[in-house]
C-alpha cells in the first residue's frame, strides 16, 4: 500500500469516527429511573409536607421508584423530573410505570417556551383559582388504574398538545400534585399515606414525519373504487358520480388533457342529501395547513357544499367550502383553500381516515353538477382570513363568533358596505353591541361585562407571516374597540388603551414578531377578538378583509 492510499485510509478512518461520534450524540429515547434521585419534592412557601420521596419497597424488583403522597391541603406541590430537554417531533411518547394504591390529583406539566401544558392523568377536576396565567391544562382524563398492582400508561403528547402548540421543543418535565378544591373520592386521609408509586419515566419515538409541500389526495387521472365512493339517501334520484375530460391550458397556452371528477346532484326532496367521499394517504394531519382543491360550476354559483373529515374515532369535523373559495378564473375554476383547524373535531386531532364533500336539502341545496379536482393537503396557508364576499355560508361564520361575559349583547351579519358606493358587491362585517358593558358582574374578583366578536384563525402557523391586516370602522364615529390575540393556550390584550374609531375605514395592522415578543404563541393563532368594554357603550362597527401579509 502506498503513503497515499494510506493517507487516504486514515481520513476515511476519521471521518467515519466523526459521523458515527456525531449520530451517537442524538439519543432516540431518554429513561428515568430514579436510582440516582435524592432532591425530589418542592413544596409552596410556608409548607413543610413532603408530597415527594424515594421509595425502595413499593417499586419492581425492589428498586428505587419515586412517592407521591396524598396532600395534607389545596396547595400544589411540584417535582422536577431529572429529564433532559428534548424535541416532541423527535420523540413524541411519553409512558411509565406506576402503582396507584389512593386518588388524588396527579399532573404531569411540559414546559415549552415560556408556558407550561399540564396534563391530568388522576383525580378529580383541579380548582381553577390560582393556576398561573401561563399555564393550558390540555387533559383532564383519569387514565391511571386504582388497583394497588403495577401498570405502563402512554401518552400521546404530540397529538395532546398539538392542539395547543405547534413548538416542540420541551425545556422541563414535572410532577405536580395537590391544587384540588375538595377532597377527592372516599377514603382519604388528608396528608397521610402514599397515593401513587412512578417508575421508569420514558420520551421515546418513533419521530413524526416533518411534512413539507403538498400531499395529492386525489388528481382523478384514474379512479380507484376502493378509495373513493359516492352515499347519499334513498331520495336523491337521479345523484350520481362520473369521470370526465376537461381541456386545460398548459403554460404554452396549448390545450392538454386532464380528467376531474362530475358530482351530479339532485336532493330537492325533503330530508335528501348526496355525496361522495375519499380516503385520506396520511394519517396525520396535523402538519398541514390548508386542504385544497380546485371546483367549477357551469353558470352558477357554489352551492352550500359541506367538506368534512372523518377521524379515527368516527367523529366528523366539517364546515362550508363557500367561504374559503377563490373568484372563478377565465375557465370557471375555483381554488378552494380549508384550514385544517375548521375541520378538526372538538376532541382533537386523532388520526385522519377519508375527507367527504356532500350537498343536502337541509342547507338549501337543490340540484345542479359540479366539478371537483386536484384535492390535495399543503402545508401552507391561504393569505385571505376572511373577505364577507359569500354572504350565505359567512353568516353561518360570524354569528357563530358572537360571545357575551354579563348583562351584554352583540350580533354579527354580513351586509353591503353603505360607506362605499363605488364597490357595490363589497360586503363586510357588521358588528352591533350594548347591553350593560362595564357592569360589575356578581361573585367575581373584579370582572366586568364585556362582549366580543371573534374571528377565527383556526390555529393558523403565525411564523409563515409577518402580520394580520384588517380594516375596521364606526357607523357613528366614538365608538370604543379594544382586540385580543388568542394562541392555544390564552387570550392577550393587544392594546394598552381602547381605540376609538371614526366613521371613515382604518386599517388596522398586528405585528407579529411584537406579539412573539409579548409571550404569545404565534405558532398555533386560533382567533383574534374585537372586544367592547366601555363602560355603557353601544353601537355598530364594520370589519372587512382579514388577511395575512408578509410571507416569510
Same mark, same amino acid.
Not at 57 to 61: L, Q
Not at 142 to 149: F, K, R, S
Not at 297 to 302: P, S, T
Not at 518 to 523: E, H, P, Q, T, W
Given at each position: 500500500m502506498t503513503i497515499t492510499s494510506k493517507v487516504w485510509m486514515i481520513l476515511l478512518i476519521w471521518l467515519f469516527d466523526f459521523v458515527a461520534f456525531g449520530l451517537e450524540t442524538k439519543p432516540l429515547s431518554i429513561c428515568l429511573t430514579f436510582e440516582h434521585n435524592s432532591d425530589v419534592s418542592s413544596s409552596p412557601e410556608g409548607h413543610e409536607f413532603e408530597a415527594f420521596r424515594i421509595a425502595t419497597?413499593?417499586?419492581?424488583?425492589g428498586s428505587r421508584c419515586l412517592a407521591v403522597a396524598i396532600p395534607k391541603t389545596g396547595e400544589e406541590y411540584i417535582s422536577h423530573l431529572e429529564i433532559a430537554p428534548f424535541d416532541l417531533m423527535e420523540m413524541p411518547t411519553m409512558s411509565f410505570d406506576y402503582k396507584q394504591v389512593?386518588?388524588?390529583?396527579?399532573?404531569?406539566?411540559?414546559?415549552?417556551a415560556e408556558r407550561d401544558f399540564r396534563i391530568g392523568v388522576s383525580g378529580g377536576e383541579r380548582a381553577n383559582a390560582g393556576i398561573p396565567t401561563n399555564v393550558c391544562v390540555i387533559l383532564n382524563a383519569?387514565?391511571?388504574?386504582?388497583?394497588?398492582?403495577w401498570h405502563t400508561a402512554i401518552i400521546d403528547l404530540r397529538r395532546l398538545l398539538r392542539m395547543h402548540t405547534r413548538l416542540t421543543s420541551v425545556k422541563q418535565v414535572s410532577v405536580i400534585v395537590g391544587g384540588v378544591s375538595d377532597s377527592i373520592g372516599p377514603p382519604l386521609l388528608s396528608g397521610k399515606g402514599d397515593a401513587l408509586y412512578i417508575d421508569n419515566v420514558r420520551i421515546s419515538g418513533p419521530p413524526c414525519d416533518r411534512v413539507r409541500g403538498q400531499t395529492m389526495i386525489d388528481d382523478f387521472e384514474s379512479l380507484n373504487k376502493h378509495r373513493a365512493g359516492f352515499f347519499g339517501s334513498p331520495n336523491c334520484k337521479g345523484s350520481k358520480l362520473d369521470m370526465v375530460s376537461v381541456p386545460v391550458k398548459s403554460r404554452s397556452g396549448t390545450v392538454v388533457g386532464n380528467h376531474a371528477l362530475s358530482f351530479q346532484y339532485n336532493v330537492e326532496e325533503s330530508g335528501a342529501y348526496a355525496g361522495f367521499w375519499h380516503q385520506i394517504p396520511v394519517a396525520d394531519i396535523s402538519n398541514y395547513g390548508t386542504v385544497r382543491?380546485? %371546483?367549477? &360550476?357551469?353558470?352558477?354559483?357554489?352551492p352550500p357544499l359541506e367538506v368534512s373529515v372523518l377521524w379515527l374515532d368516527n367523529v366528523l369535523g366539517k364546515c362550508f367550502a363557500v367561504p374559503f373559495a377563490s373568484k372563478p378564473d377565465e375557465d370557471g375554476w375555483r381554488e378552494v383553500a380549508i384550514p385544517v383547524g375548521a375541520l378538526v373535531a372538538s376532541?382533537?386531532?386523532?388520526?385522519?381516515?377519508?375527507?367527504?364533500?356532500?350537498?343536502?336539502?337541509? %342547507?338549501? &341545496?337543490?340540484?345542479?353538477?359540479f366539478l371537483v379536482d386536484d384535492i390535495r393537503l399543503d402545508t401552507e396557508y391561504s393569505f385571505t382570513i376572511a373577505d364577507f364576499e359569500a354572504p350565505s355560508s359567512w353568516n353561518c361564520f360570524v354569528s357563530g363568533g358572537c360571545v357575551t361575559k354579563g348583562p351584554a349583547a352583540v350580533s354579527a351579519l354580513v351586509v353591503s358596505d353603505e360607506a362605499d358606493r363605488s364597490k357595490e358587491s363589497n360586503r363586510v362585517c357588521r358588528i352591533s353591541f350594548g347591553g350593560s358593558l362595564g357592569s360589575p358582574l356578581a361573585d367575581s374578583a373584579g370582572d366586568k361585562a364585556?362582549?366580543?366578536?371573534?374571528?377565527?384563525l383556526y390555529g393558523a402557523d403565525g411564523r409563515m407571516f409577518k402580520e394580520i391586516v384588517f380594516r375596521i370602522r364606526g357607523r357613528k364615529g366614538g365608538e370604543s374597540v379594544c382586540f385580543y390575540l388568542v394562541d392555544g393556550g390564552c387570550a392577550t390584550h393587544l392594546t394598552q388603551e381602547d381605540l376609538v374609531l371614526t366613521k371613515d375605514w382604518r386599517e388596522l395592522r398586528i405585528d407579529l414578531d411584537s406579539c412573539a415578543v409579548?409571550?404569545?404563541?404565534?405558532?398555533l393563532l386560533t382567533g383574534l377578538w374585537v372586544s367592547f368594554e366601555g363602560d355603557g357603550q353601544t353601537g355598530t362597527v364594520y370589519v372587512d378583509n382579514f388577511r395575512f401579509e408578509g410571507k416569510r
Open positions: 419497597n413499593h417499586s419492581i424488583g389512593a386518588t388524588t390529583k396527579v399532573v404531569f406539566q411540559l414546559r415549552i383519569e387514565i391511571l388504574v386504582g388497583d394497588g398492582t382543491c380546485r %371546483l367549477h &360550476c357551469e353558470g352558477q354559483e357554489l376532541g382533537g386531532f386523532s388520526r385522519a381516515k377519508s375527507i367527504s364533500f356532500s350537498v343536502a336539502n337541509d %342547507l338549501g &341545496c337543490t340540484h345542479g353538477t364585556q362582549c366580543y366578536w371573534e374571528c377565527p409579548r409571550g404569545i404563541d404565534i405558532s
